[in-house]
Nanobody
Framework: QVQLVESGGGLVQAGTSLRLSCAASGTPGGIYTMGWFRQAPGKEREFVAAISWSGGSTYYADSVRGRFTISRDNANNMVYLQMNSLKPEDTGVYFC?????????????????WGQGTQVTVSS
């Protein structure tokens, strides 16, 4: 059973940066695609970014491309989301998720494991 724990959220002003971390444990040796999703109040969970097992492939939502960077450190079972030039519309709970390799990296239903989420609030 895979466990995911996010950290690094907080309250920041627009234009600043945050780095989210996701610590993975209990990985049974499977090869995992890792993703970040977010959910704002009253809205559906939406795709933010994903990264392949090797880190060689990364994917971004159009709304964050050029501002956010996803990366991973497989030796330490960590995944990161560097968020720059934050905007108020980036506000939400950010979730880390894991799945076996998939082309449906933007579909939350394709992910088997989820963290509990970390709140990001961007004030204007």
């Amino acid at each position: 059973q895979v466990q995911l724990v996010e950290s690094g959220g907080g309250l920041v002003q627009a234009g600043t940066s945050l780095r989210l971390s996701c610590a993975a444990s209990g990985t049974p040796g499977g090869i995992y695609t890792m993703g970040w999703f977010r959910q704002a109040p009253g809205k559906e969970r939406e795709f933010v970014a994903a990264i392949s097992w090797s880190g060689g492939s990364t994917y971004y939502a159009d709304s964050v491309r050029g501002r956010f960077t996803i990366s991973r450190d497989n030796a330490n079972n960590m995944v990161y989301l560097q968020m720059n030039s934050l905007k108020p519309e980036d506000t939400g709970v950010y979730f880390c998720a894991a799945t076996s390799p998939t082309r449906r990296y933007a579909d939350p239903h394709a992910y088997n494991y989820w963290g509990q989420g970390t709140q990001v609030t961007v004030s204007s």
